[in-house]
């Protein structure tokens, strides 16, 4: 069993950063393939980045394509938490952001269906 909590979501000003956190429970939670989803309203939960283990000390890391060069997800294992720095906000970024942990497969990472274990959500609202 996975526990998540995120923190770090807020009001802020197009253009303008906030960084996401999210704690886990686990004692692999190295090992974990960890996600960041965003949900606005009205529409379906979709994929913005995910950081999965590739082996010893190194992970790789996917991106939703319009928010490469402007989000960065890290891991820190030693706190059992992963962050998502968001940098540039456009007001399309408005939703509530959603961790979530250990997919059943790699091979599906990008799809939230595919994950057990979910935060609670922390709402990211972009304003002009």
Excluded: H
């Excluded at 923190?7 to 190295?30: H, N, P, Y």
């Excluded at 922390?122 to 304003?127: G, R």
């Amino acid at each position: 069993q996975v526990q998540l909590v995120e923190s770090g979501g807020g009001l802020v000003e197009a253009g303008g950063s906030l960084r996401l956190s999210c704690a886990a429970s686990g004692r692999t939670f190295r090992t974990y393939c960890m996600g960041w989803f965003r949900q606005a309203p009205g529409r379906e939960r979709e994929f913005v980045a995910t950081i999965s283990w590739n082996g010893g000390y190194t992970y790789y890391v996917d991106y939703l394509d319009s928010v490469k060069g402007r989000f960065t997800i890290s891991r820190d294992n030693a706190k059992n938490t992963v962050y998502l720095q968001m940098n540039s906000l456009k007001l399309e970024d408005t939703a509530v952001y959603y961790c979530a942990a250990d997919p059943t497969s790699i091979a599906d990472r990008y799809a939230s269906g595919s994950y057990d274990y979910w935060g609670q959500g922390t709402q990211v609202t972009v304003s002009s």
